[in-house]
């Protein structure tokens, strides 16, 4: 069974910076696009952004030029480099995955625990 394991997670004050990690361990055949989800109280989860294999990047809008995704594909790792945070960007940090276990199964979507990223003076 494939699983998604986040860490960097932490409180810093608006204008720092921090990197999440996320790494895909387990039963992996292949992965498909990776990409980070955000859900902050009282809200709905929202994409923050997503690499396909290939490396292709796409942005939520209220992020872009500010967070910086990719991935290591011979680590099946994928990164969130987050700069210029603001006190909205806290919210619990989700790990995705689209990944197929073997090959006689589709890719499926995986998702990691979740990590708290808190931006606070």
């Known amino acids: 069974q494939a699983q998604l394991v986040e860490s960097g997670g932490g409180l810093v004050q608006p204008g720092g910076s921090l990197r999440l990690s996320c790494a895909a361990s387990?039963?992996?055949?292949?992965?498909?696009?990776m990409g980070w989800f955000r859900q902050a109280p009282g809200k709905e989860r929202e994409l923050v952004a997503a690499?396909?294999?290939?490396?292709?990047?796409n942005y939520a809008g209220s992020v872009k030029g500010r967070f910086t995704i990719s991935r290591d594909n011979a680590k099946n790792t994928v990164y969130l480099q987050m700069l210029s945070l603001k006190p909205e960007d806290t919210a619990v940090y989700y790990c995705?995955?689209?990944?197929?276990?073997?090959?006689?199964?589709?890719?499926?979507?995986?998702w990691g625990q979740g990590t708290q990223v808190t931006v606070s003076s």
């Open positions: 995705n995955a689209e990944l197929a276990p073997s090959y006689r199964e589709r890719a499926g979507d995986y």
């Open positions: 387990g039963s992996i055949f292949s992965i498909n696009t």
């Open positions: 690499i396909t294999s290939g490396g292709s990047t």
